[in-house]
């Protein structure tokens, strides 16, 4: 049976097959309008996912959407009813678009899925998942666990916000939930939108900006705004808070208790706003805590999924790891919405085809995320030819050699491989490269290739085999969702006495300070040979040549586009840069022996992130 999954219609629209309960592809939509986070129906993605497979909209037997539209929309009517009048400018922004799309999705839908395969029926092959319950299912489906318990957590869905359910062999049940308008989702994106940063994308940002801080304002956001009970449920006080109704995330009665309006936008960032950050992490994480040991407590599992966006905070999912609350947790990588997709093909596979497990095939069943299209060489040198590339093609080896040696030699590189990554994170096959010992590599990164905040920390993608000798890790993190410290004898002494904030960057705190925050930490992602063949080589070989079994690995794009898609766009990218070197699969691209009049400034081509 074939299982074609879809989210849509609010942020990271994504498609993902399965055939037999094994995934066969997975994409989000804006890697090919080149739209971040585009909501728009997944044509494009669609359309890939099938082409990888090699099939035809006919020959798949169900499609399923990731949530329920009109569950969605009665939340949206009870809570503008139970707050009117208030709120009366966002009800009129929001009903016609309700009225006009999101009601009557169903019809979207087949209307759209008839594009594809006009002469198919498709009223009785569309169906529809819970939001929550599709997050579940892409968390512990393709997991590597026979049965764990599952925690779900987001902004919203339909109603739910938190989600506890257990899953065992092809069967999952949620057990309990929290629901709208109390959400730790929402709690962070508040102070998301407080300290200027964009909802729903900015969110890491405030992640990566809180180790310049202090948790001051934590005491204050346990007191008035959040009620956390011993077992990690809650419930949050909506005086201080516009989301319900209006159309900020916070108000004046918020403001004031902060001590002041909401950063605007490019506006300076200051220790105060820094330590909000600091603030709202720490309380996000002593809640995440308290709901898995709550969890654990309760049903005496001992492995656990976790999914939503939420999910996506590695600091807290590093420390359910680092107290052993579970034996083992495992993160789907695609956590937020676009994962919505994938967990809405698996659990109409399973719960309602009623469709048993596969036999698991690898660590898990995500294959490394690395679930989207690849190009061939004949593509790759077509797309360069037509975009005016100068590039040389060589052997795999000579690829690795070529690669590495500009590493060694403090080289920025931009790595284009294989299949494209799903969910939000370049594990290695759309990533820009860099020497990790490099005190200046950071700084690099940040202003002259990703055109983004100085503060915003880098990955470290380390061998397997030796990430317990750099980091007080011993496991397997594939997604790079785990933060770990780095360990003791590979850090540097240092004193940061009387230096403020974001001048802290600036000290080198470890053998490899390009991926060492500030408080010493590190969002760890781990390569094996298996699962990426050709980024363990080209590790591997840096190592042999440094000493050290670890790279810089962030995303290839710059800031406010999402990551590149085709041979093309990274050709783009590497123009608009001070990008040294280009890796398109065999092939090399120097920067120095480009035309120059392809050079391209697009810093302000995307909106911000």
């Known amino acids: 049976m074939r299982v074609l999954g879809l989210s849509a219609l609010y942020h990271d629209s994504a498609a993902a097959l399965i055939d037999g309960g094994r995934i ?80 009557f999705q169903k019809d979207l839908l087949l209307k759209e899925l008839k594009t594809f395969a006009p002469g198919e029926n498709w009223t009785e092959r569309l169906v529809f998942s819970e939001h929550h319950l599709s997050h579940a299912a892409s968390a512990f489906f393709p997991s590597p666990f026979e049965s764990a318990a599952v925690l779900t957590m987001d902004g919203v869905g339909e109603w739910t916000t938190t989600s506890l359910a257990i899953g065992n062999g092809a069967a999952l049940e949620i057990q309990r939930e929290i629901h709208f308008p109390h959400s730790l989702g929402l709690l962070y994106s508040a102070f998301t939108y407080y300290t200027g940063f964009k909802v729903n994308s900015g969110e890491y940002k405030v992640m990566g900006l809180a180790p310049y801080g202090e948790p001051k304002y934590a005491q204050l956001i346990l007191d008035h705004l959040i009620d956390l009970k011993p077992d990690g449920t809650f419930r949050l ?106 967990g809405a093909a698996l659990a109409t596979y399973h719960l309602h085809a009623k469709q048993p497990r596969p036999a698991r095939t690898g660590r898990d069943d995500m294959k490394g995320a690395l ?57 290695g096959a759309r990533s820009i490269l860099g020497d990790p010992a490099d005190p200046e590599m950071q700084r690099t990164l940040n202003l002259k290739v990703k055109y983004r905040e100085s503060f915003r920390p880098f990955a470290p993608a380390v061998l397997r085999e030796d990430v317990a000798a750099w980091f007080e890790l011993d496991r397997d993190s594939p997604y790079m969702l785990l933060v770990a410290g780095v360990r003791a004898d590979k850090r540097l002494s240092i004193d940061d006495h009387g230096k403020f904030g974001i001048e802290k960057l600036n000290m080198a705190r470890s053998k490899i300070p390009a991926v060492t925050h500030v408080d010493y930490s590190a969002r760890v992602q781990t390569v094996t040979a298996d699962v990426n063949p050709r980024f363990h080589a080209l590790i591997s070989r840096f190592k042999a040549l440094t000493g050290i079994p670890v790279l810089v690995n962030t995303s290839f794009n710059v800031r406010g586009e999402p990551i590149v898609g085709t041979p093309a766009d990274a050709f783009r990218c590497f123009m608009a840069t001070e990008l040294d070197l280009l890796v398109v699969g065999n092939f090399i691209l120097r920067k120095a022996g480009q035309n120059p009049a392809l050079k391209l400034d697009y810093t302000s081509a995307f909106a911000p992130d």
């Not at 060694?408 to 969910?423: I, L, T, Y």
Request: hydrophobic share 45%.
């Open 24 to 103: 066969v592809a997975a994409a989000q939509e804006e890697r090919f309008t080149r739209k971040k986070h585009d909501a728009r129906l997944p044509r494009a993605a669609i359309a890939s996912c099938l082409e990888i497979a090699g099939l035809k909209l006919a020959d798949v037997d169900l499609v399923a959407f990731y949530e329920k539209p009109f569950i969605k929309f009665e939340r949206l009517l009870e809570t503008y009813a139970a707050l009117a009048p208030s709120g009366f400018t966002s009800f009129r922004q929001a009903m016609p678009v309700w009225i006009k799309e999101k009601l």
């Open 371 to 427: 679930l989207g299209n690849a190009f061939d060489d004949a593509e790759i040198e077509k797309q360069l030819t037509a975009a005016g590339a100068r590039f040389e093609k060589l052997s795999e080896s000579q690829v690795i050699e070529t690669t590495a040696a500009a590493l060694a030699a403090n080289a920025a590189v931009g790595w284009f491989q294989g299949r494209m990554e799903f969910g939000p994170r370049a594990l």
């Open 237 to 342: 006080d909506q005086s201080y808070f516009d989301y319900c109704t209006g159309l900020t995330m916070t108000n004046r009665r918020f403001d004031a208790l902060f001590g002041g309006p909401p950063r605007k936008p490019e506006e300076p960032l200051t220790q105060r706003h820094m330590d909000l950050a600091a603030s709202v992490q720490a309380v996000t994480e002593e809640a995440v805590l308290r709901l898995a040991r709550g969890i654990r407590a309760e049903t005496g599992l001992r492995n656990l999924c976790l999914a939503g966006g939420v999910a996506l905070n590695c600091v807290a999912n590093g420390k359910i790891v680092r107290e052993g609350v579970f034996d083992e947790i495992w993160v789907q990588p695609a956590a937020g919405d676009a994962g919505g997709a994938l």
